[in-house]
């Protein structure tokens, strides 16, 4: 079927009426009229707002940046700026007893033009001694993880384990970590063993307990599972323990290692030979304050070192709900 549409004359006549006004009033207008009305161009559409709208948020986002980047940077600078303020007052009221700003700044131009020279096995650079440090502090620390890591995931996993050492650990535990030299001088007969086990006795503490509350503050539905699955002890440990306890043992090896850099200061002054340690003691002898105050800072920026890079371990191996 074909079906047709069908206008009424009616329905045209007011447009034809329409038009036909508009065409007798241009022609009653001058000629001159005519063709600039036929020649005045159309008007121009509204620019599309678009490019405002993106401008905008553009600007928006480089201002939120300026204010993030001077946000981070320049609390720090005050702080740094407040420090040596208060360092050049102290400087300056003490008679200049404690060396200026800038008297310690020439000085560590001159240290550091040649850190690792050798005069003999008593003078060396503070590159050498650094280094040494750091050695003494990586074989000792070492030690202490691989024996405080897997005690600490056994006393945390056994309940009769853990009764029975949180005595020990907490008679232990408070123990400051020079009173055990001596212990390491009468039973490894050398000034650099004795060091290395003031570290490692130092440092295992933070590890043990760490990793032990990790364990205890896993899931019980996690152990529920396990059990219904049968596992084994080297199942659950390496597929159900181990990931869950990651974060609270890098935070032990964390607090580990500061306390390691803070004891092998103390443990060198003591026991002597090359070292950061030593080398401070040894300034302090030739009454040179100004090289102390440059071992203070160098110690403080390796800390700061040893302290950033394990945050950055700790983050990338940890879940998201915990770094929240």
């Known amino acids: 079927m074909v079906s047709a549409v069908f206008h009424s004359p009616l329905d045209a006549a007011p447009v034809v009426a329409q038009n036909a006004m508009n065409n007798v009033a241009t022609s009653a207008l001058p000629a001159s009229a005519r063709s600039q009305k036929q020649l005045k161009p159309a008007p121009l559409a509204p620019p599309a707002p678009a490019v405002a709208a993106a401008a905008a948020p553009a600007g928006r986002d480089w201002a939120a940046l300026s204010r993030s980047f001077w946000m981070a940077v320049l609390p720090p600078l005050c702080g740094l700026g407040l420090l040596v303020g208060l360092w050049a007052v102290v400087s300056a009221t003490t008679g200049n007893s404690i060396p200026g700003p800038v008297e310690t700044w020439k000085q560590a ?25 750091l050695e003494r502090v990586a074989v000792g620390f070492g030690m202490a993880a691989l024996v405080g890591i897997p005690a600490g995931f056994v006393i945390g996993r056994f309940n009769f384990l853990s009764r029975m050492f949180n005595p020990l650990i907490s008679l232990l535990r408070p123990v400051s970590p020079l009173a055990w030299l001596p212990i390491g001088l009468l039973v490894f007969k050398g000034a650099n063993p004795a ?35 049968n596992l084994s002890e080297w199942k659950i440990a390496t597929k159900i323990l181990f990931p869950a306890v990651l974060p609270y043992m890098l935070t032990g090896v964390r607090l580990a290692v500061g306390t390691a850099w803070l004891v092998i200061v103390a443990a060198e002054m003591l026991t002597g030979g090359v070292g950061i340690g030593f080398w401070v003691w040894d300034e302090w002898n030739n009454l040179n304050v100004k090289n102390i105050i440059i071992a203070i800072f160098v110690i403080g920026i390796v800390g700061l070192v040893l302290e950033f890079a394990l945050i950055k371990l700790a983050t990338a191996f940890t879940f998201e709900e915990v770094k929240a």
């Open 109 to 133: 131009l001159e240290i550091f033009s040649n850190p690792f020279y050798r005069n003999g096995p008593n003078d060396q650079g503070v590159g050498w001694n650094v280094l040494m440090s």
């Open 195 to 229: 060091a290395i086990w003031t570290i490692f006795i130092c440092s295992i503490w933070p590890m043990i307990i760490n990793t032990a509350v990790g364990v205890q503050r896993v899931p019980q539905d996690y152990m529920n599972v396990a059990r219904v699955l």
